[in-house]
């Protein structure tokens, strides 16, 4: 059974940083995606990142690129989001969720449809 954790939500100021943690656990394949979204209410869930287990390819939103860097950790089975210069616009729950490569290939690395979601972290960003 594929579980993903995140961890690493909190309150910030705007133009402070965080960085999120997903732990996964439960894979069979070495080749998946794990990708970062995040949702306000009343909003659709947005994608922001992801990154392959793979070769390492990165995708990024327009809205945090340059602010945002994903990397992984597969020693630890650890995908990390390091959000710098967040804007009060970056406020939300953010999720981490796992898909095979396979799937996300044809269905976008970025598109809010993953196959396995984790439960959550709040991230609010204070003017």
């Known amino acids: 059974e594929v579980q993903l954790v995140e961890s690493g939500g909190g309150l910030v100021q705007a133009g402070g940083s965080l960085r999120l943690s997903c732990a996964a656990s439960?894979?069979?394949?070495?080749?998946?995606?794990i990708g970062w979204f995040r949702q306000v209410p009343g909003k659709e869930r947005e994608g922001v990142s992801c990154?392959?287990?793979?070769?390492?390819?990165?995708h990024y939103a327009d809205s945090v690129k340059g602010r945002f860097t994903i990397s992984r950790d597969n020693a630890k089975n650890t995908v990390y989001l390091q959000m710098n210069s967040l804007k009060p616009e970056d406020t939300a729950v953010y999720y981490c969720?796992?898909?095979?490569?396979?799937?996300?290939?044809?269905?976008?690395?970025?598109?809010?449809?993953?196959?396995?979601w984790g439960q959550g972290t709040q991230v609010t960003v204070s003017s």
């Open positions: 990154i392959s287990s793979g070769d390492g390819t990165t």
């Open positions: 439960g894979f069979t394949s070495d080749n998946y995606a």
């Open positions: 969720a796992a898909d095979r490569i396979r799937v996300r290939i044809v269905a976008g690395y970025l598109a809010p449809d993953y196959e396995y």
